[in-house]
Nanobody
Framework: QVQLVESGGGLVQAGGSLRLSCSAS????????MGWYRQAPGEQRELVAT???????NYADSVKGRFTISRVNARNTVYLQMNSLKHEDTAVYYC?????????WGQGTQVTVSS
C-alpha cells in the first residue's frame, strides 16, 4: 500500500479557485494512475479526474474546462487546479493512487463553495 496525504481544501466563494495537492509515499513500485474523486453529503463517491504516469488525463464531464489535473512523477505528487468553482462542487475530495498491486485512498479534504 501507499500512503497519501492531501492538502489545499477550504472555503471559497463561487467563481473562485482552489488547488489541491496529494503526495504519495511508501511504495517502491511505480504508481500507474493517480486521481481525485469526491463525495458530497448523501451522494456516492464519483470520479473527478485521473492522470496516468504518461500524462493521459480523464475528467468528469461536470468539471471539464474548469479543473486541471497534473502530476510530478518524480515526487509521486498529483495536483488538482479548480477554477470557476460552483456550489455543486462542494464535497470531500479524495486522492487515489493505484497500480496492479494496490488501490489506495487518502483521508479526504473538504472543499466548500459558498453561493
Amino acid at each position: 500500500q501507499v500512503q497519501l496525504v492531501e492538502s489545499g481544501g477550504g472555503l471559497v466563494q463561487a467563481g473562485g479557485s482552489l488547488r489541491l495537492s496529494c503526495s504519495a509515499s511508501g511504495s517502491p513500485v511505480s504508481i500507474n494512475v493517480m486521481g481525485w474523486y469526491r463525495q458530497a453529503p448523501g451522494e456516492q463517491r464519483e470520479l473527478v479526474a485521473t492522470i496516468t504516469t504518461g500524462g493521459v488525463t480523464n475528467y468528469a464531464d461536470s468539471v471539464k474546462g474548469r479543473f486541471t489535473i497534473s502530476r510530478v512523477n518524480a515526487r509521486n505528487t498529483v495536483y488538482l487546479q479548480m477554477n470557476s468553482l460552483k456550489h455543486e462542487d462542494t464535497a470531500v475530495y479524495y486522492c487515489n493512487a493505484r497500480n496492479a498491486y494496490y488501490n489506495s485512498w487518502g483521508q479526504g479534504t473538504q472543499v466548500t463553495v459558498s453561493s
